[in-house]
C-alpha cells in the first residue's frame, strides 16, 4: 500500500491528558497535510479544533473514555455536546462490567441509544479487547452491528493492551461485513498497519502513523 492509502485510513489521534490547545492544533495541521481519515480527540478540545480545521478534516471525540464506566445519560449528555461543538465522528467506550455480568440487553441499548443520538455521524464502539474472553469479544461481534453502531474498535490504548492481528481476524470473521473494524493501541510499525489492514481494519487509530511513514 503507499503511504496515502494508509493515512486515509488514520484516525490521527491524541488523547494524553496532559495535551495542551498548541498540542492539538499540531495534529489538526499534520492531518489536514497528510489528508488522515480525522483526528481523534479528548472532548474539551473538539470546538477549538472544529473551528481550526473548518470542515477539512472531520473531528473524532471520544465518550465514556476510557474506562467506559459512567451511566448511559451521561454518555448521551457528552455526546450531545460533541455534537453541538462540531465533532462528527464519535468512540464510545462500552460498560465492560455489564458485559463481563452478562447484561447484554443494556450493553446493546446502550450502544443504541448513543447511535440515535449521533444520527447520521459515525460511531464507533471501543470493547477494550485486552479485557475481554474469547466469547465476550465475539458477542460484542453481534451486539455493535445489531445496535447500529458504525465501526466495532480494538482498544483505548489506556488498558493492558492494544490491538492484535488476532482480534482483527476474529473481528472480521464474526461481524461478517454488518460494520466496518478499527485497529488502535500498540501500532508501532507500517507493517503492522498494512497488516492490520490486510486483516480487514478499515480504521486505525495512533498517535505515530505519521512519523512512522514518513520513515518508511
Known amino acids: 500500500m503507499t503511504r496515502e492509502e494508509i493515512l486515509a485510513r488514520v484516525d490521527h489521534t491524541l ?3 496532559e495535551a495542551r490547545w498548541e498540542d492539538i492544533r499540531k495534529i489538526c495541521d499534520e492531518a489536514v497535510e497528510n489528508h488522515t481519515a480525522s483526528i481523534c480527540i479528548n472532548p474539551c478540545y473538539v470546538r477549538r479544533a472544529a473551528e481550526y480545521l473548518d470542515g477539512r478534516v472531520p473531528v ?9 464506566a459512567t451511566s448511559t445519560q451521561a454518555k448521551i449528555e ?25 447484561e447484554l440487553d443494556d450493553v446493546e441499548q446502550e ?18 479487547t485486552c479485557l ?9 461481534c453481534e451486539i455493535v452491528p445489531r445496535a447500529g453502531a458504525d465501526f466495532i474498535k480494538t482498544s483505548t490504548g489506556f488498558s493492558t493492551g492494544g490491538a ?3 482480534d482483527i481476524a476474529l473481528f472480521a470473521r464474526c461481524v461478517k ?3 466496518r473494524i478499527k485497529a488502535a493501541g500498540g501500532i508501532r510499525t507500517a507493517e503492522d498497519m498494512e497488516e492490520f489492514i490486510r486483516l480487514g481494519a478499515d480504521r486505525l487509530g495512533t498517535s505515530s502513523a505519521i512519523k512512522i511513514l514518513g520513515e518508511k
Open 15 to 17: 488523547l494524553k491528558p
Open 60 to 68: 473524532c471525540t471520544v465518550i465514556g473514555f476510557p474506562l467506559g
Open 78 to 102: 457528552e455526546t450531545k455536546q460533541a455534537l453541538l461543538d462540531g465533532a462528527q465522528e464519535f468512540d464510545m467506550v462500552i460498560n465492560i462490567g455489564a458485559l463481563k455480568a452478562g
Open 111 to 128: 450502544i443504541r441509544a448513543l447511535k440515535q443520538t449521533v444520527g447520521d455521524k459515525i460511531l464507533k464502539v471501543i470493547v477494550e
Open 132 to 140: 475481554l474472553t474469547q466469547q465476550e469479544k465475539e458477542t460484542m
Open 164 to 166: 492484535t492481528f488476532e
Open 177 to 179: 461485513g454488518r460494520c
